[in-house]
């Protein structure tokens, strides 16, 4: 599986944007998919998550209420909706994917083994 993620950018506290990541490859609906994000200088970090199957959807503490993330198998893709985005959101976010992951292990790096370039999204104060 190749990921492209797109959608990044330069916005202002309080804007809104939303992240796309395109998959190519077969059996789309069997990965679970993820964004990580990493600010410079620090580790990358699980940000949302959502399920193969049922599309169970999992979120970081600080962006719970603010980001949605979503799936359109038939496009093969995976959304990141951004809402009231503050300057620590500024970051590279990455999109990932594992096929058939187990649902325990959804926020943890190392079980993802797809990885998208990634995309900057900039918010300024």
């Known amino acids: 599986v190749q990921l492209q993620a797109s959608g990044g950018g330069l916005v202002q506290a309080g804007d809104s944007r939303r992240l796309s990541c395109v998959a190519s490859g077969r059996a789309f609906n069997h990965y679970t998919l993820a964004w990580f994000r990493q600010a410079q200088g620090k580790e990358r970090e699980f940000v949302a998550a959502i399920s193969y199957g049922v599309g169970t959807t999992y979120y970081e503490e600080s962006v719970k209420g603010r980001y949605i993330i979503s799936r359109d198998n038939a496009k093969n893709t995976v959304y990141l909706q951004m809402n009231n985005l503050q300057p620590e959101d500024t970051a590279v976010y990455h999109c990932?994917?594992?096929?058939?992951?187990?649902?325990?292990?959804?926020?943890?790096?190392?079980?993802?083994?797809?990885w998208g370039q990634g995309t900057q999204v900039t918010v300024s104060s």
């Open positions: 990932t994917a594992a096929s058939f992951l187990n649902e325990n292990h959804v926020y943890t790096e190392r079980y993802y083994n797809f």
